[in-house]
């Protein structure tokens, strides 16, 4: 399965081209907090993802990784368990202020 | 209220959030309450009385993340809250009860549910670890916003109740509504035109915004969560607890509950003859004794080791540990069709498949719910103990294999139990690729927190089991044990009941004596078959009567005796191949058309599970 044919679902759906500074979720070191700019999914997947406040805009941070090397991920206070081929349909980017950790809204454990 | 209705209350929520808990602590009602999301996949309604005395029902219903209704659950819901669920009335109030710890993405419901235009009360439970980790918020803010009444609550605990109980004297004092048009509630509302992602994206600003007007400071994380997860879900010791968490559930079945069987079995023995002693030779005893008493206790027998099972599942689910497992088994079960989620019903599955069946309404998209469903009657559930216990007594001398670790017969009920688990894994990749073919769908798992479980909420759960299971074993396996007792009474002749060979059961087991020739059977074990069609551990009890044994249970040597003159080791072994793949469970069956909404799964469940136990049979006695 090739997660980057897949149509694009997000605010900018499919008009801009994929920025340098962007990555898939499945590529985030752990403990580094990122941004969601889109969902590769098709628009039927994509539901249960933004029920679960998985939207583009929100920040997320990849806090461990599961025995199957599954990431595990805190959203808003959520601790979520993803597969990593849904993380690789993921597409994020560093989040701003990064640096200052103390400005992050994501509790996020050391 | 004279001829009045009484008003009803919907608790709404995500799910874990709390809803069962404040339904009981409403209604002294006793509702499963867990540690896992999804556990209520019901709705209940029950009958709160309020301080001043007054009645309302309320319905406690499953939680849901949205309202796209695209699980059983969530249809429910939705059904419910819009007035359409047959045989209750639309909700005159609502209460909206949320996980104040993960409030902005709980607090997505709101809208929606606010949409319904019916008086809500918005509950923020779970207060107390708010405090704890060191989060704050302030209500009144939030309900100057909202404009709706919000409480800062601790259902546990009670923190919060008494403005619960004045929300519902509101609602008593409006009374209930007439009959209304039903408003929709929707993730998309009526005449919105916008993409459902930016719908989403919108309203989540709009609830971020209430975050920041009500002063919304999260919790902070929580170590011991920390601590526990990097123990419990790490590369190597995750899957090695994992194994030991099994093993051990696996290991009181076996060996704890043993002391408790006994008892029961003691019990309902020495109940049965003296029964026997203090009424009079006639049929009626006869009845009792023999059909009766003997059917219902060859089931009660298991009682035990189903509460134990349930324990230990009860322990893993409120811990918060069962959430863990489901993603740890996520990576293996997603390889063979299936998906963290269907790790629950199948471990339960080892008790019975009915609660199983029941509990895959938490795997939530559609076609892993159907294969979950499809594979769990091929896991050993208890009924089948007794007849694997029987033959392998007869059958396989007792040798060490494993030095004195395990015998030949541990080995052999083992491979009884792996040969389950794989007609389980070929059936789901097999369907997968057949009628239930497409793309996998997404599995996110919400990890709750840990928390130590509540006595009085295991114990709920175990009484609710035992319920469950001994309205089983007061309809079917009565109904069973009094028909086949009948069939062996008839024809009568000059007032005594046939030899069984000539009773109608008798002729029933030469009718199917040459379809099952070639798998090593005889026109008794026929009898046993036809039988255990309804439940499958009757067959123990009829191979007793059959061979005239008295009081036959599976460690009657008379018995082994017997049917080692009937069967030989071919046979023997086709039997216990035909038992580990056949569906001989009517509840099973019903429940499954219950679940599936028709005659359809069931039908091929049961012919698909039938062929492949005929073909197993069927092998395993020409191959030995
Ligand atoms: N700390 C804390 N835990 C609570 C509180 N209320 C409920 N819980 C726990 O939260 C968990 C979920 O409770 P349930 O009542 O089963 O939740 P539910 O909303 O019915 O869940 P579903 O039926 O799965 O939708 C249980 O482990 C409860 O013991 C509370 O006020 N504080
Ligand atoms: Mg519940």
Known sequence: MSPRSLPTVGPTAGSVPEQPQELR??????????????????????????ERGLLPGCRMCPVRRSPGGDPIVTVDGNLLALRREMAGCL???????????????????? | MEGAQRPLVALVGPPNSGKSTLFNRLTGLRQKVANYPGVTVERKVGRARLRDGREIDVVDLPGVNGFSARTLDERITRDVLEGRAEGIRPPDAVVLIVDVTRFEQQLMLCEPVLELGVPTLLVLNMSDELDRRGGRIDEELLADQLGVEVVRAAVRTGRGMGAVDRFLAGAVDRGAFPERPCPAVRNVPHGVQLPMVDV?????????????DARFAP?????????LDSVLLHRVWGPLVFLVVVLVVFQAMFTWATPLMDGVEWLIATSGEWVRGALPPSWFRSLLVDGVWAGVGSVLVFLPQILVLFLFLGVMEDSGYMARAAVIADRLMYRVGLQGRAFLPLLSAYACAVPAILSARTVEDERDRLTTIFVTPFMTCSARLPVYALLIAAFVPERPVVGPLMGTRAATLLGLYGLGVGAAVGTAFLIRRTILRGHAAPFLMELPSYRIPSLASLGLRLLDRSKVFLRRAGRVILGVAVVLWLLTQVPRSGGSPPPIERSALGVAGHVVEPVIRPLGFDWKIGIGL?????????????????????DADEGSLELQAALRRDLDLGGAVALLVFFAFALQCMSTVAVMRRETNGWRWPALQFSYMLALAYLGAYLANRLI
């Open chain 2, 219 to 227: 919790a902070g994380p929580s170590p011991l969560q920390e601590r």
């Open chain 2, 530 to 550: 036809v039988s255990s069609l309804a439940a499958r551990e009757v067959i123990v009890g009829t191979l007793g009567t059959i061979n005239g044994v008295q």
């Open chain 1, 91 to 110: 597409c994020v980017r560093l989040a701003d202020g990064d640096f200052v950790q103390d400005g992050d809204p994501t509790p996020g454990p050391r």
């Open chain 2, 200 to 212: 989403f994206a919108q309203r989540r600003q709009r609830v971020r915004a209430l975050a920041r």
């Open chain 1, 25 to 50: 979720l499945d590529a985030v070191p752990l403990q580094q907090t990122v941004e969601l700019v889109r969902i590769d999914l098709p628009i039927e997947q994509v539901e249960p993802l933004l």
